[in-house]
């Protein structure tokens, strides 16, 4: 049996990860770890800086790790407010992975990618695996960079590190956090609360999203699959659903007919047409069989109903 490690277990995915993980291992073989205590009691939680290289090895050694999701980053809109802080952060914990898994210390090492290593000269429809890359914001530039380094880790020192390049993810389980995507979460609580939303992307915005727990089960997916079989190297396309902020308010008004939407466009607008509005995900599919299970109604309906019990009023509206 082996033992499970997630640094930035307090995040949007991080959350949902450790979920499934202790469901599917049991809990005390996945530790949870962040740089901050998380809002509920956990008995398998350890403070962690990913920063700090000799913490994140003792902990390694501690409890006997295997294998580890490396889920702690500044994301893309927080990103282009303290580029160097989010460079030197997002760029150490990974070479801090890296490293250990070099001297042996990891035996399998999951690092999420994005859609943030795209830019305004990729392709934007049914965007390719192997395509020009030129990313124009602080995020994407050091996925891009993170890409090239576990590819030659994989290839020099034979280090097993896999990834996936994700696309804007919604759940209704955690807020998100800093996100040019952000608006495909809060528009679902502002629906439910106040029904209306004021959107930061224009009507006509679109970009490939994915649903939790597609994005949960592609990620637990690849750690799994035959390594031998994994032609790629750096970080696997993977898709789920593209849709723009219009039509996701004309799928929740399918159940709340009274919500409205107007939109005031900020500087995550320029972001947001640097990336794709659509992904090929070809390799994924033939290499370890992913596929997305959720479309945009099926993941609308799913949210609002389990939002509800935060809104408990909006109950017999979506039942």
Request: proline residues 6%; glycine residues 4%; charged residues 25%.
């Given at each position: 049996?082996?033992?499970?490690?997630v640094?930035?277990?307090?995040?949007?995915?991080?959350t949902d990860?450790?979920?499934?993980?202790?469901?599917?291992?049991?809990?005390?073989?996945?530790?949870?770890?962040?740089i901050?205590?998380?809002?509920?009691?956990?008995?398998?939680f350890?403070?962690?800086?990913?920063?700090?290289?000799?913490?994140?090895r003792?902990?390694?050694?501690?409890?006997?790790?295997?294998?580890?999701?490396?889920?702690?980053?500044?994301?893309?809109a927080?990103?282009e407010?303290?580029?160097?802080?989010?460079?030197?952060?997002?760029?150490?914990?990974?070479?801090?992975?890296?490293?250990?898994?070099?001297?042996?210390?990891?035996?399998?090492?999951?690092?999420?990618?994005?859609?943030?290593?795209?830019?305004?000269?990729?392709?934007?429809?049914?965007?390719?695996?192997?395509?020009?890359?030129?990313?124009?914001?602080?995020?994407?530039?050091?996925?891009?960079?993170?890409?090239?380094?576990?590819?030659?880790?994989?290839?020099?020192?034979?280090?097993?590190?896999?990834?996936?390049?994700?696309?804007g993810?919604?759940?209704?389980?955690?807020?998100?956090?800093?996100?040019?995507?952000?608006?495909?979460?809060?528009?679902?609580?502002?629906?439910?609360?106040?029904?209306?939303?004021?959107?930061?992307?224009a009507?006509?915005?679109?970009?490939?999203?994915?649903?939790?727990?597609?994005?949960?089960?592609?990620?637990?997916?690849?750690?799994?699959?035959d390594?031998?079989?994994?032609?790629?190297?750096?970080?696997?396309?993977?898709?789920?659903?593209?849709?723009?902020p219009?039509?996701?308010?004309?799928?929740i008004?399918?159940?709340?007919?009274?919500?409205?939407?107007?939109?005031?466009?900020?500087?995550?607008?320029?972001?947001?047409?640097?990336?794709?509005?659509?992904?090929?995900?070809?390799?994924a599919?033939?290499?370890?069989?992913?596929?997305?299970?959720?479309?945009?109604?099926?993941?609308?309906?799913?949210?609002?109903?389990?939002l509800?019990?935060?809104?408990?009023?909006?109950?017999?509206?979506?039942?």
């Amino acid at each position: 049996m082996k033992n499970i490690l997630v640094i930035g277990a307090n995040g949007q995915i991080g959350t949902d990860l450790v979920a499934a993980l202790r469901q599917k291992y049991t809990p005390q073989r996945v530790i949870a770890s962040d740089i901050k205590e998380p809002t509920r009691f956990d008995a398998h939680f350890k403070l962690l800086d990913a920063t700090d290289k000799e913490a994140v090895r003792q902990i390694l050694i501690d409890f006997d790790i295997d294998e580890v999701y490396l889920m702690a980053a500044i994301l893309s809109a927080s990103a282009e407010k303290i580029p160097d802080k989010a460079w030197e952060i997002n760029m150490k914990v990974l070479f801090n992975a890296l490293e250990l898994s070099k001297e042996g210390f990891i035996n399998k090492l999951f690092w999420p990618s994005s859609i943030a290593v795209f830019g305004p000269h990729t392709p934007r429809i049914d965007t390719p695996q192997y395509t020009v890359m030129d990313p124009n914001t602080v995020y994407g530039i050091s996925k891009l960079a993170g890409e090239r380094w576990i590819e030659y880790y994989n290839n020099h020192y034979d280090v097993d590190v896999r990834s996936v390049r994700y696309p804007g993810i919604i759940s209704w389980k955690t807020l998100p956090g800093g996100g040019t995507t952000d608006y495909a979460v809060e528009i679902f609580h502002e629906a439910l609360q106040n029904r209306h939303y004021t959107s930061f992307l224009a009507p006509h915005t679109r970009l490939p999203m994915m649903y939790m727990p597609d994005a949960i089960e592609a990620t637990i997916n690849i750690m799994e699959a035959d390594k031998e079989k994994l032609r790629i190297k750096n970080s696997y396309n993977i898709a789920g659903i593209s849709f723009t902020p219009e039509e996701l308010a004309t799928a929740i008004q399918q159940y709340l007919p009274d919500f409205s939407i107007d939109y005031q466009p900020d500087f995550r607008q320029a972001i947001a047409e640097s990336w794709p509005e659509s992904i090929n995900d070809a390799y994924a599919f033939k290499d370890w069989h992913w596929h997305h299970k959720y479309d945009l109604d099926a993941m609308v309906r799913d949210m609002l109903q389990n939002l509800s019990n935060k809104y408990p009023k909006e109950e017999s509206l979506l039942l």
